[in-house]
T-cell receptor, first 113, second 109 residues
């Protein structure tokens, strides 16, 4: 299957700082990537759809100025959590689709202290 | 909007037992995928079914796509602790992929 790599796997940052998470499709090109947030014991919550060369599409209730998405190439999308606060602590996962199947990154555990 | 309902939401059983997880919708999907997610990791694709009535087996896991391509089931035989995880179904259609809320499965030794 296709490989999606997410980095970092975990990060701890101070409140008020910004954190960037990278999502790369290693062996295929992805014009669209997806960013999810997951709380403990819950399913995936779609945050936004990242489109190469254009603005991301955010789901209702997701602050676009808080969660900046940049999809500058066909293999890389980044999610930047700006001015992070403890309530932003969560597990963030990206995915990219190849035909009808989704391939996920390993996830990033963000802890804001 | 296409919706996928998964049941049960949570299931805890003893090692060696059999179980079935369901994924239902009122919408028709062109394909349906099952994923398993272990704690602290991203979901991993288990199988894709595309034909109504299709059955696929992956060792002790049996996946079935409904005849009308609106529902699917995952049956695990002789469950093992390594089967523990969150199982997600996803339906493919014109709007892209629609995910169910998942079934949290715990297999106790």
């Amino acid at each position: 299957g296709a490989v999606v790599s997410q980095h970092p796997s975990w990060v701890i940052c101070k409140s008020g700082t910004s954190v960037k998470i990278e999502c790369r499709s290693l062996d295929f090109q992805a014009t669209t990537m997806f960013w999810y947030r997951q709380f403990p014991k819950q399913s995936l919550m779609l945050m936004a759809t990242s489109n190469e060369g254009s603005k991301a599409t955010y789901e209702q209730g997701v602050e676009k100025d808080k969660f900046l998405i940049n999809h500058a190439s066909l293999t890389l999308s980044t999610l930047t959590v700006t001015s992070a606060h403890p309530e932003d602590s969560s597990f963030y996962i990206c995915s990219a689709r190849l035909w009808s199947e989704a391939f996920f990154g390993q996830g990033t555990r963000l802890t804001v202290v | 909007t296409q919706l996928l309902e998964q049941s049960p939401q949570f299931l805890s059983i003893q090692e060696g037992e059999n179980l079935t997880v369901y994924c239902n919708s009122s919408s028709v999907f062109s394909s349906l995928q099952w994923y398993r997610q272990e704690p602290g990791e991203g979901p991993v694709l288990l199988v894709t079914v595309v034909t109504g009535g299709e059955v696929k087996k992956l060792k002790r896991l049996t996946f079935q796509f409904g005849d009308a391509r609106k529902d699917s089931s995952l049956h695990i035989t002789a469950a093992q602790p390594g089967d523990t995880g969150l199982y997600l179904c996803a339906g493919g259609g014109a709007d892209g992929l629609t995910f169910g809320k998942g079934t949290h499965l715990i297999i106790q030794p």
